[in-house]
């Protein structure tokens, strides 16, 4: 069944065809909210909300457009969302520990996900937007139009971002490679 | 090279030929076969991982789903009875106004009325008939001149 057409029987009121929607989709949403969040828990939560919310609007989807890059975009969005609270929560809580013990050193959370395992060594130097970027690129094959639709922003920035990604990789695999052979 | 493989590859646009092409070029570019490998360990580091292979989220998105379309059902049931509450009001006032209106205009009706009352009333009053008019015992001719605020009246003494 296609996608516009489960959609159409969604809109009807059949909330449980929308589960073809959340199998066919869920591992890609999935991995990319991991790759700009960081975390399992984060990026099961946030794409658990956008397909919530995918549901939700369903009746505001262009049905010109890809229901994937839609969806897509929406988990960008929460992802942001997602990050922009927890900074202002860490910044918060950094405010707070530097009051009360003023000569802690408190780790930023850059620097925090940086030296995390999370991505591994490598994707870890790449910024969010780098890595999710490459991301899409890598992984579903997205082109720079299609990325830049869900960044929204303009197709040459999301460009400069494949661009910059993947000097930055080859630069860390060729060192890899170096240290792998001595 | 790079160069002259990209003009051929586009200026002869045949498939068998492309695909010669492609082997031939990338069998003896250097440049395009590291390309090749970093696009391929790439596509290994991006590779969907196994723990995001094995999650099932339909549970969760499900049971989320059928209580936020109850909220929705319950914030829609709120809204229709806050709209109907203000829709009361609404009309409330618009009856008041209405009243208020209807009897200012009904009061002005009235003093119009009145005052064409008086007017027609005092029209009357001011009309004037003179049926027999003397100076010195002789008949005297009345002259009546009305405005309709005053009237004047002289009386002149017959030529006989």
New interface residues.
């Given amino acids: 069944m296609e996608d516009k057409e489960i959609i159409l029987r969604c809109l009807s009121g059949e909330i449980e065809i929308f589960e073809m929607l959340v199998i066919k989709y869920q591992a890609d949403v999935l991995s990319m909210t991991w790759s700009v969040l960081g975390d399992k828990e984060e990026a099961k939560d946030v794409t658990q909300e956008a397909f919530i919310q995918t549901y939700l609007n369903l009746n505001r989807f262009d049905s010109t457009k890809s229901f994937k890059n839609w969806l897509f975009a929406i988990a960008y969005k929460r992802c942001l969302d997602r990050k922009r609270k927890e900074r202002s929560l860490s910044r918060f809580i950094q405010k707070a520990i530097k009051e009360k013990n003023p000569n802690t050193e408190v780790e930023s959370e850059e620097k925090r996900l940086e030296c995390s395992e999370t991505f591994g060594p490598i994707l870890n130097k790449l910024n969010e937007k780098e890595r999710t970027a490459i991301y899409l690129k890598m992984s579903n094959g997205y082109t720079a139009k299609e990325i830049s639709e869900i960044f929204n922003c303009a197709e040459s920035t999301v460009r400069v971002y494949l661009l910059n990604a993947k000097r930055k990789l080859k630069k860390l695999l060729k060192e890899k490679k170096h240290v792998s052979t001595f | 090279m790079c160069q002259l493989f990209k003009f051929l590859y586009g200026l002869i646009p045949i498939r068998k030929f492309q695909s010669y092409l492609i082997k031939k070029h990338f069998s003896s570019c250097s440049f395009c076969k590291r390309e090749i490998e970093?696009?391929a360990?790439?596509?290994e580091?991006?590779?969907?991982?196994d723990?995001?292979?094995g999650?099932?989220?339909?549970p969760?998105?499900?049971q989320?789903?059928?209580s936020?379309?109850e909220k929705?059902v319950e914030t829609k049931g709120k809204f229709a009875s806050i709209s109907h509450k203000r829709w009361q009001w609404a009309v409330a006032g618009l009856a008041l106004a209405a009243a208020i209106g209807i009897n200012l205009l009904i009061q002005q009706s009235i003093k119009k009325g009145s005052y064409a009352e008086d007017a027609s009333l005092s029209g009357e009053k001011a009309r004037i008939v003179i049926t027999r008019a003397e100076i010195n015992g002789k008949e005297a001719r009345p002259y009546i001149y009305q405005t309709p605020t005053a009237s004047f009246v002289w009386f002149a003494k017959s030529e006989e």
Wanted: net charge positive; hydrophobic share 50%.
């Fill in positions: 970093v696009d360990s790439l596509k580091i991006f590779a969907i991982p723990w995001v292979k999650e099932n989220l339909w969760q998105i499900r989320k789903l059928y936020s379309e929705v």
